[in-house]
């Protein structure tokens, strides 16, 4: 992570050439295309929220073989995304869930809760 430079704090992951970006804190964004003028000095940069990665992604159908903690499930599919569990707000019990067909990340997340 570098330091704070205009309200942005940045994130490059070389492994998969993602730069995602942090705006004050609390926003993230992937920036999707850049455009430098090295007359003006400028770098244009085209970026989207990056929670739209798990509104294209597309997961199969899951069974659970056991019970699991609905943190258990979140981290199933946010795993690799940059994404993680801050305070855990949901902690009660364990449960045996199964998905059928295809679903967007986003949706089967929004099953879980």
Known sequence: MTPLVNNFLYNLDLRDMNITLYYKGNEFYTIIDT???????????????????LINEIVGEFEATESHN???YVNKYIAG????????????????LKW????TVTARLASIA
């Open 35 to 53: 455009e430098i003028d090295t007359k003006n000095k400028t770098i244009n940069i085209y970026a989207e929220d990056a929670g739209l990665d």
């Open 100 to 103: 059928e067909g295809e679903d």
């Open 81 to 96: 995304t940059g994404f993680e569990i801050g305070i855990n707000e949901a902690s009660r019990g364990s449960l045996k």
């Open 70 to 72: 609905l943190q258990w």
